[in-house]
């Protein structure tokens, strides 16, 4: 029989990763990734490691087991319910391993995109919505949007490559190579109808 059904709930972390890579549309859940947030980074989620140690004292183990992910997603759950719907201690986000400049995150890895050429006067944030509304993926981590004589450009940080790789595939538009031999895809911005791209990282695929 089915496990899922339209009136289930579904409870975890990040649970719109999971639903992206399952092919899944669901609209009743419960993501303890939105009701916690980062100390300085209030527009960012918390990994499940990051919250489970701040919140609960508890340490992740180092090898990747779902199962285990899902009882801690529903013991912070549990501690925000508990708390009356309120955050009970600050999150700090745990330092990458590895990447670029001893231990920063990687800016060009296959776990990013580059979105370059945007218009003066869009934000970051417009940015990580534009990606929630095209691909329903959540960035893992903004990049610094910075901004030239007349565009701006930043890194757009996802959990894993394949996330990345698909929210890149589920943007409109046929990819075209740019002067580097990397897929970049235009992406319109309805209000003003300019035009800012998206470029893939790492080695990607290449177009036809």
């Known amino acids: 029989g089915r496990t899922s059904r339209s009136e289930t709930v579904i409870a975890g972390h990040a649970i719109h990763n999971d639903l992206i890579s399952l092919k899944m ?27 489970v140690k701040c919140v609960l004292g508890k340490d992740m183990p180092k090898t990747h087991d779902s199962v285990n992910d899902s009882r801690m997603a529903m013991e912070l759950l549990h501690a925000y319910m508990a708390a009356g719907g309120k955050q009970t201690a600050p999150i700090t986000r745990s330092p990458k391993r590895g990447g670029q400049g001893g ?24 940015v990580k919505k534009m990606f929630i ?68 990282n790492g080695k990607g695929k290449k177009a036809a």
């Open 133 to 200: 509304n095209h691909c329903s993926v959540m960035p893992s981590k903004m990049g610094e949007l910075t901004f030239g004589a007349d565009f701006g450009k930043v890194v757009v940080h996802f959990p894993s490559a394949a996330l990345a790789d698909a929210c890149f595939e589920a943007l409109r538009g046929a990819p075209k190579l740019d002067k580097g031999g990397r897929e970049q895809k235009q992406v319109f911005i309805k209000k003003t109808g300019e035009g800012m791209f998206v470029r893939r």
């Open 25 to 51: 549309r669901h609209y009743r859940v419960v993501d303890s990734s939105f009701l916690y947030k980062v100390s300085g980074e209030e527009s960012a989620p918390p990994s499940l490691k990051d919250g």
């Open 103 to 126: 231990g920063q995150p990687d800016t060009n890895g296959p776990e990013t995109l580059f979105v370059h050429r945007v218009p003066k006067g869009t934000s970051a944030e417009y």
